[in-house]
T-cell receptor, first 114, second 113 residues
Framework: TQLLEQSPQFLSIQEGENLTVYCNSS?????LQWYRQEPGEGPVLLVTVVTGGEVKKLKRLTFQFGDARKDSSLHITAAQPGDTGLYLC??????????????FGQGTILTVHP | DTEVTQTPKHLVMGMTNKKSLKCEQH?????MYWYKQKAKKPPELMFV???????INESVPSRFSPECPNSSLLNLHLHALQPEDSALYLCASSSGQGRGPLHFGNGTRLTVT
């Protein structure tokens, strides 16, 4: 059972377009992180959201955490070829057997064409 | 530049070889992780060390043997691997006791022939 459903899995767009990636779950997360991974490199943390309803902006990227802390979205405005990469959401659940384990979504492979 | 350094960057090994992957961080993080990642897939957790003690082993086959010599170093010893073990092996660290966010290295691209 995939605890974090990430969509879409693939996104191919033209430079200048806007896009949104979603992560949804039936589980509550104490925090949720977004990472971007470029070929040949490890994932790099973009943002951590911890409060229900929180919105964070990083230049052209806007991250939102759902009110119930079960879902999150990443919106990119005016995408550029440099945004190309694998985007991963990862949720941190409190306590129990989930301690120490991040739950990753399946990832979104974004390709932005010039 | 990543603050988690992994060596080697690439490794090709036969199924009878013994090799080791190395990871180093100097951020004072007390939790360190090994992940395995197949192409275009999310990382899969293998091991977690918290305060130099193994706290999580995700039912990883014994041909993978982790070691944490001190709080800055993490090794992964490999022996008698299979071709399906070919993948990107990522090391990560975090300041929390086994909680994210994670700081990843750039990985070791392992090919088993």
């Amino acid at each position: 059972t995939q605890l974090l459903e990430q969509s879409p899995q693939f996104l191919s767009i033209q430079e200048g377009e806007n896009l949104t990636v979603y992560c949804n779950s039936s589980s509550v997360f104490s925090s949720l992180q977004w990472y971007r991974q470029e070929p040949g490199e490890g994932p790099v943390l973009l943002v951590t959201v911890v409060t229900g309803g929180e919105v964070k902006k990083l230049k052209r990227l806007t991250f939102q955490f759902g009110d119930a802390r079960k879902d999150s979205s990443l919106h990119i405005t005016a995408a550029q070829p440099g945004d190309t990469g694998l985007y991963l959401c990862a949720g941190d659940r409190d306590g129990g057997t989930s301690y120490g384990k991040l739950t990753f979504g399946q990832g979104t492979i974004l390709t932005v064409h010039p | 530049d990543t603050e988690v350094t992994q060596t080697p960057k690439h490794l090709v090994m036969g199924m009878t070889n013994k090799k080791s992957l190395k990871c180093e961080q100097h951020m004072g993080h007390r939790a360190m992780y090994w992940y395995k990642q197949k192409a275009k897939k999310p990382p899969e957790l293998m091991f977690v060390y918290s305060y130099e003690k193994l706290s999580i082993n995700e039912s990883v086959p014994s041909r993978f043997s982790p070691e944490c010599p001190n709080s800055s170093l993490l090794n992964l010893h490999l022996h008698a691997l299979q071709p399906e073990d070919s993948a990107l092996y990522l090391c990560a660290s975090s300041s929390g006791q086994g909680r994210g966010p994670l700081h990843f290295g750039n990985g070791t691209r392992l090919t088993v022939t």
